[in-house]
């Protein structure tokens, strides 16, 4: 069927349009994910990561992959392959805006178009037209083909630069917490080596630990979902694990007031807040001292009788000093948690334990002191 000469000139126009907003859609996304220095929601990465994301749990459903162990080997290969298919959509969005341009300006049909478009961003140079102003077309995409290319390329060595770093504080946590890391551990080891009263380097520390992570982790989100070298680490579980020694160093622990501790337990849960606003976690931004946690009391006076046999001075009055731990750790309780589950922590307590995706095959028999 053939189009009247004024609705064929219609339709042209108003696909040339529709492919100029694709064209622009792609490169703003690889702008958005890789340039911005700032967290900025795109929805072709986040689309990418979700299907893969997707894929990744139809395998393990598939593979009947019920362990952690497996799980984590598995997932380990996740953030690295949806960051490189970043690049491959971002072209193919391109090479489709292109195409319709062609076709638009005069291309014969779709097939030859495409053609076209798949020569000029890949340059191949297999094809090419005849008219001026196609190629200068031609050039402009081959162009954009090879930065948003360019732009992984670049940013690689970023990425891993921040992983290490990330991770680096990571592994040091395990002399210090133990491996899970747990507030317990924590205090016993500082109590043995008679330094329970400078503890505040370990704060002044990650204090600026979570600043980098607030940073990194917002303006380059795939370093959420970027797995630990060891499976029995993640950067969420240190995370916790520092928030809750220092939680509980402030409350609970008779000395002198420490507020280093106070200036970590703030900057962690901005830190994991911001993270969690970009995958619109919800929690509550300004919780009560008396609102629940999933840490329950007894938990909480386990730990308590635990250090206190090992000759750990605490403060008198255990109520106060619940209300107290309960009082910081509400800050950052929920989003703790959803951070755990969204990145499959492995077990670690008071933390992923309390995730849907724990399993009996990394239970807390399998602690380390």
Not at 18 to 25: L, N, P, S
Not at 173 to 185: D, H, K, Q, S, Y
Not at 303 to 329: H, M, T, Y
Request: with cysteine; charged share 20%.
């Amino acid at each position: 069927m053939t189009l009247h000469p004024i609705w064929d000139l219609i339709l042209r126009l108003l696909i040339l349009i529709v492919a100029g907003y694709i064209i622009v859609r792609g490169i703003s996304s690889a702008v958005r994910t890789f340039v911005l220095p700032r967290s900025a929601y795109d929805p072709i990465s986040s689309t990418t990561f979700r299907a893969t994301s997707a894929l990744f749990r139809l395998i393990m459903r598939l593979r009947r992959i019920d362990s952690y162990e497996g799980r984590d080997k598995l997932m380990a290969l996740f953030a690295p392959i949806a960051l490189l298919l970043l690049p491959t959509v971002w072209i193919t969005t391109v090479l489709i805006g292109f195409a319709l341009i062609y076709w638009s300006l005069g291309s014969a049909d779709l097939v030859t178009a495409f053609s076209l478009s798949g020569s000029s961003i890949t340059t191949l140079g297999f094809a090419t037209s005849e008219f001026p102003a196609i190629r200068a077309l031609e050039f402009l995409e081959a162009v954009i083909g090879l930065v948003l290319t360019a732009l992984l390329i670049s940013y690689l060595p970023t990425i891993y630069s921040a992983f290490s770093r990330r991770e680096t504080a990571v592994a040091m946590l395990e002399v210090r917490a133990g491996t899970p890391p747990f507030v317990a551990t924590m205090v016993e080891r500082f109590h043995r080596l008679g330094r329970l009263d400078r503890m505040g380097e370990i704060w002044s520390t990650w204090e600026q630990w979570f600043a980098e992570i607030d940073e990194t982790h917002t303006s380059l989100v795939a370093l959420v979902f970027f797995r630990s070298p060891r499976g029995d680490r993640s950067w969420i579980t240190a995370a916790g694990a520092v928030l809750d020694s220092a939680s509980f160093t402030v409350s609970v622990l008779n000395i002198p007031r420490d507020v280093e501790a106070q200036i970590c337990i703030r900057a962690g849960f901005l830190a994991l807040r911001h993270i969690a606003d970009y995958f619109s976690i919800p929690y509550n931004p300004d919780p009560q001292p008396d609102d629940p946690i999933s840490v329950s009391r007894s938990e909480f006076d386990e730990v308590c009788a635990e250090l206190e046999a090992l000759g750990v001075e605490l403060k008198p009055d255990r109520d106060q000093a619940w209300r107290d731990f309960a009082g910081w750790r509400v800050n950052y309780d929920t989003v703790l948690l959803a951070l755990a589950r969204l990145t499959m922590a492995p077990y670690a307590p008071w933390s992923s334990d309390r995730s849907i995706l724990a399993t009996s095959a990394a239970s807390p028999k399998r602690l380390k002191k």
